[in-house]
């Protein structure tokens, strides 16, 4: 089954989830920049999180644990474009670590992969929103409480269409 995402809702496995998108809405041409979501069909991939601020106990995709020097490239200057990379880094990258707790947990979503075409966006997330569902740089945020509610259901075949 496959995650949804409309009208500022998640849906997915009988849960409608309120979410934010980007500040600007969806788009089907998407750029670096532009505050859109993208609207498409996905594939996820790992999930990314914080051990210090973060119990997982289900968990049925790849994870990896975020650590203080890691980060994702965002600069189409660089050949780790839409790529995890380590800082020192000597692009422009958006840290993965960091004090506000959007990114305690978070799955990559598959959006510009593979091939990464420079400028057609980057760092596409599924992130914890904050309480006031702020809008995002394009990515899909959702509260602490109801990612942890369909993480055990998530998998490495679910994928994510944005409306």
Partial sequence: MNI????RFLLYKGYKIKCSI???????SKKEGDLSTPKG?????????????????KCKIK?????????WCDDIKSRKYNREICFPFKYSAEKLHIKKKNYDILINIKYN???????????IFLH?????????????????????K??????????????
């Fill in 41 to 57: 069909f996905f594939k996820i991939g790992k999930l990314y999180y914080r051990k210090d601020r973060i119990k997982l106990d």
């Fill in 113 to 123: 992969y593979s091939p990464a075409l420079k400028g057609k966006g980057s760092a």
């Fill in 4 to 7: 949804i995402v409309k009208n």
């Fill in 63 to 71: 994870k990896k644990i975020i650590k203080k020097n890691m980060g």
């Fill in 128 to 148: 914890l929103a904050n309480q006031k569902y702020k809008p995002t740089k394009g990515c899909i945020a959702i509260q602490k409480k109801d990612f942890m």
């Fill in 150 to 163: 369909i993480l055990p259901l998530i998998n490495e075949k679910t994928k994510i269409l944005i409306k």
């Fill in 22 to 28: 980007g500040k600007n809405g969806t788009t089907s």
